[in-house]
């Protein structure tokens, strides 16, 4: 059980508000019946993150006091890993109709000083016991060794791997997440890692989580999906969305227009339908042309709205699993990432939004 009987990893384990509610264990109705695909684990440890990055509800720092910590705006209850294992292993016929549509597990690590070895033997309990593929949201800063990390926990019964760079560039990563807000994370060893990921897990098994809205240039975003590509990753998007108690608490997310472009720029370059030559920039750094028209390049894909759609880890039936209902925003009439397949309104909304300032 953790340490002096303290609900810690790796024996407890904290869910998202969707997960716990299709485990059955928090009540709950999900908006538009978005059901989480994937399961989503938070590691978790009585003295909390090490780290200190100025958007997070973790943040060593926030200025919430500890009993009104959020995670991505919601909290992230604490169960024992044994339980949640038990209502996984339940047969079909047995399980509630959410836990069924589950089609991954992930596991994220904070910044702490236990959460590597902890992190692998949560990895191998639910490897050996459920039949889900397993990813793990690796935090690069307290892996000594992350190559033979990254081998321990695919030997354990990780598929994928996923690195939150967030930030665009080195000079927000610093101002976010590094030196300039007394935060132990370095831009450098979070590529290091994703590069080291790849030689093990190999080429598109490895993600890079980027958070549009943090300051950066349009232009900067692209250059950073280039760049997780050429590695051999997949980029997929978060929209900034403000954590109460957070030092960027009262920073407004980015425009739905920045937001749109920016998605239609990572789904053409994780999907190599153009390169980052083909795209068009103002002074501003704004996209204002990707070369040819969007129908030109998406052609049905656009009326489908799949560009527009969360991004993540799959299912063994390859179909995204990671959607995270509402990761980004509140439910409501227009959303951001959209964790099912937009209907003909919501396309047309989505249309008129792209070249929106």
Sequence with gaps: ????GRLESPDFVQTS???????GLEPGSFYRNAYPGSLNLLMTYQDGCRANCSYCGLARERCSAP???????????VYKLAAIIDILRRPPQAAASKVQKLGRICISMITHPRAADDCINIVRQLGKETQLPISVLASPTVLADAVSFFKDIKVAGADRVGIAVDAATPELFSAMRGVAVGGPHRWARYWESIEQAVTVFGCEQVSVHLIVGL???EQAMVQAIARANQYGAQAHLFSFCPEPGSKLGSQEPPSYGQYRRIQLAAYFLNKKQITIDDFEFNSQGKIVGYGRSLDAILGDNLAAGEPFMTSGCPNREGCVACNRPYGNERPGPILRNYPFRPEAGDILTIKG???DE
């Design 1 to 4: 059980m953790g340490d002096s």
């Design 17 to 23: 508000l969707a997960g716990a509610m299709a485990l």
């Design 67 to 77: 009993a009104e910590n959020t995670f991505i705006r919601v909290k992230w209850p």
């Design 215 to 217: 300051g950066e240039t």
């Design 353 to 355: 939004q792209v070249w």
